[in-house]
């Protein structure tokens, strides 16, 4: 019996899009050509995601303004969810809403409680082109809205206010990468 691909195994790590770049705050723009330069991008994200031991990562994270994201990341269940999602849109948060310690790979090492619904479903498609709907609750519902927002222009920090909002920026530029 053939075992399946594994996931980025044929991709290059690529460099991070750090917070201050402003491909980071741009919605993304639609794939429409859905060939092996996309099937490439997916591998890339997939190879670079495992490289910074993330649970997810979008195009834009990369450098690429495309609406694509990839995501290895267990439920509350410890369910491994693994896949990706193009032209994704969040079609249904809902449930209950959670403060819960949130980072990204373009914040590296840092985190704050954000809040997020606890059930999340996204439509969008494969990298050839087939249909898709993913559903997602407790932690890989906060992984679905997290990359969907990053297709969107969005960053979790985006979602905090007050005193979360200004002690995360004040985090930020202090962080070694910000030099």
């Given at each position: 019996m053939r075992q399946?691909?594994?996931?980025?195994?044929?991709?290059?790590?690529?460099?991070?899009?750090?917070?201050?770049?402003?491909?980071?705050?741009?919605?993304?723009?639609?794939?429409?050509?859905?060939?092996?330069?996309?099937?490439?991008?997916?591998?890339?994200?997939?190879?670079?995601?495992?490289?910074?031991e993330g649970v997810g990562l979008a195009a834009n994270q990369v450098g690429e303004s495309l609406r694509v994201f990839v995501y290895d990341c267990p439920d509350d269940?410890?369910?491994?969810?693994l896949g990706h999602v193009v032209n994704p849109r969040?079609?249904?948060?809902?449930?209950?809403?959670?403060?819960?310690?949130?980072?990204?790979?373009?914040?590296?090492?840092?985190?704050?409680?954000?809040?997020?619904?606890?059930?999340?479903?996204?439509?969008?498609?494969?990298?050839t082109g087939e249909p898709i709907t993913v559903h997602g609750t407790g932690f890989f519902a906060r992984c679905l809205q997290h990359e969907a927002d990053h297709v969107e222009g969005k960053v979790y920090a985006d979602h905090l206010t007050g005193r979360r909002h200004r002690k995360l920026m004040r985090q930020v530029a202090r962080a070694s990468w910000r030099r």
């Amino acid at each position: 019996m053939r075992q399946a691909p594994i996931p980025g195994a044929h991709g290059r790590v690529r460099p991070l899009t750090l917070l201050g770049d402003p491909l980071l705050h741009t919605p993304c723009k639609e794939v429409t050509d859905f060939g092996p330069e996309l099937a490439r991008l997916v591998e890339d994200l997939f190879a670079t995601m495992y490289a910074a031991e993330g649970v997810g990562l979008a195009a834009n994270q990369v450098g690429e303004s495309l609406r694509v994201f990839v995501y290895d990341c267990p439920d509350d269940e410890e369910v491994r969810h693994l896949g990706h999602v193009v032209n994704p849109r969040l079609v249904e948060v809902d449930g209950l809403v959670f403060r819960g310690p949130e980072g990204c790979l373009s914040l590296p090492g840092l985190e704050a409680g954000t809040e997020r619904y606890d059930h999340a479903v996204v439509e969008g498609f494969t990298a050839t082109g087939e249909p898709i709907t993913v559903h997602g609750t407790g932690f890989f519902a906060r992984c679905l809205q997290h990359e969907a927002d990053h297709v969107e222009g969005k960053v979790y920090a985006d979602h905090l206010t007050g005193r979360r909002h200004r002690k995360l920026m004040r985090q930020v530029a202090r962080a070694s990468w910000r030099r």
